[in-house]
């Protein structure tokens, strides 16, 4: 399958979006560029605002998917933000404007769903990277299965792991969920912090902790440590936090 790439100037454009809803995708808006994939199933690619109880499904869809289509391709292109706006506007417009009907409501919508900045507040970036990472690690298909509960049960911590590009990195992504599944940690990561001056009104015991490994790199490289080295620390982090939380 072909994928015509997208070029510079559709994103906050409002006759793009225009022409997006009428299905009138001009010449004048592609680069020249192809890229040839296999296959492109629909999967879901938002799972914010309105869609938070059927987030878990959405999200092992994607995961799914993506693993099982997408990565086959080179890591240049399913990490590639053009690829992915491109895919979406030309060649699954009738599908997301069915999914997500909201799109048809403004131009705001359209930028938040269909394309958002391809970073760790993306959706896609978000299951592009763990199932990259989870599949890169793990063989058996039940066990990748765990792990994407386990991201998605941990998602904000997840998400300030992913916020990080020192942390972008599977052998410390796997570590820290498997720390955070065999202590039975996910509640209270989760957790706010109260009654802490100097820290934000949803400030999290997790966000928290990955920040004090951001704060202790370079000294401490936490991203190569084993995971035995790795938990002792994530503990002591833990300690400056877990007891402004109230379970």
Not at 134 to 156: A, F, T
């Amino acid at each position: 399958m072909e994928i015509r790439l997208l070029k510079k100037g559709y994103k906050n454009n409002e006759q793009f979006y225009k022409d997006f809803l009428t299905g009138e995708i001009k010449d004048e808006y592609f680069s020249g560029e192809v890229v040839h994939i296999d296959a492109a199933p629909d999967f879901p690619i938002y799972m914010g605002v309105g869609y938070e109880k059927q987030r878990r499904e959405l999200f092992l869809q994607a995961f799914d998917i993506i693993s099982k289509y997408y990565l086959n391709t080179d890591r240049d292109i399913h990490f590639d933000e053009v690829f992915w706006h491109s895919l979406f506007c030309v060649y699954k417009r009738e599908y997301l404007l069915e999914t997500y009907p909201e799109i048809n409501n403004g131009i705001n919508n359209f930028n938040n769903i269909v394309v958002k900045k391809f970073d760790w507040e993306n959706y896609i970036y978000k299951c592009v990277l763990g199932a990259q990472y989870i599949n890169d690690n793990v063989i058996d298909d039940s066990e990748r299965k765990r792990y994407y509960d386990l991201i998605i049960d941990n998602l904000d911590l997840y998400n300030y792991i992913i916020k990080y590009e020192i942390f972008r990195n599977d052998k410390f992504l796997i570590n820290i969920l498997d720390i955070t599944d065999d202590l039975g940690l996910t509640k209270i990561l989760k957790s706010k912090i109260k009654s802490r001056d100097g820290l934000g009104k949803d400030e999290r015991v997790g966000r928290r902790v990955i920040f004090e490994f951001n704060k202790s790199y370079p000294i401490i490289m936490s991203p190569m440590l084993e995971k035995k080295e790795l938990q002792e620390i994530f503990l002591k982090y833990l300690s400056y936090y877990y007891d402004e939380v109230q379970l």
